[in-house]
C-alpha cells in the first residue's frame, strides 16, 4: 500500500510541476531573457557547433491575414475544444471503468482529474494574453486613428 501512494504522490507532483512546466514553455520571454539560463536548472550545458546551431530571428506572423488568405488551415480554438474534450470523456471513461471494473482505476480518474484541471488553468492562461493582445491591438488602432494625417507642403510657385 506504502509504494503505491508514493507511486500516486510522485505521479501528482509530475501533473502539477512538470507538465506545466513544458506546456507553457516558450510563451512568455521574461525581461531578463538576456540571462542565459539563470534560472534552469534542468538544463545542461553543452558545446555546440555554432555553424550547425545558429542563432535565428523572431519572425512576427499576423495570423489574421493568414486566416483571410487562406494559408492558415488550423482554428486554434477547434483544437483546444476537441483537447479538452477528450480529457474529459477519458476522465468519464475511467470514473466508470473504477466504479464498475476496478477499484485501481481510481488512480487513473485522479490523474485524469488533475490533467483536466491543469489543462483548463492553461486555457485560461491562454485566454487571458489573448485578451490583452485584442485590447493592445485596438489601443493602437485607435492611436492611429486619431493621429492626423501629413498634409503634403505646398509648392512655392
Not at 505521479?11 to 512568455?28: C, E, I
Not at 488568405?69 to 483537447?83: I, M, P, Q
Request: charged share 20%.
Amino acid at each position: 500500500m506504502g509504494s503505491g501512494v508514493l507511486l500516486a504522490a510522485l505521479v501528482v507532483l509530475w501533473f502539477v510541476v512538470l507538465v506545466p512546466m513544458v506546456v507553457t514553455r516558450g510563451n512568455s520571454q521574461p525581461a531578463h531573457a538576456g540571462l542565459a539560463g539563470s534560472g534552469r536548472t534542468l538544463q545542461r550545458r553543452r558545446a555546440v557547433d555554432p555553424a550547425v546551431h545558429a542563432e535565428t530571428e523572431r519572425v512576427s506572423i499576423d495570423r489574421g491575414e493568414l486566416l483571410t488568405s487562406g494559408e492558415l488551415r488550423v482554428d486554434v480554438h477547434a483544437v483546444r475544444r476537441r483537447t479538452l474534450a477528450g480529457l474529459v470523456a477519458l476522465t468519464l471513461l475511467a470514473l466508470v471503468g473504477a466504479l464498475v471494473w476496478s477499484p485501481w482505476l481510481w488512480i487513473a480518474q485522479g490523474v485524469l482529474d488533475l490533467a483536466v484541471v491543469a489543462y483548463l488553468l492553461v486555457l485560461r492562461a491562454a485566454a487571458r494574453r489573448e485578451r490583452l493582445a485584442a485590447r493592445r491591438a485596438a489601443r493602437a488602432a485607435a492611436r492611429a486613428a486619431r493621429r492626423p494625417e501629413p498634409r503634403p507642403a505646398a509648392r512655392p510657385v
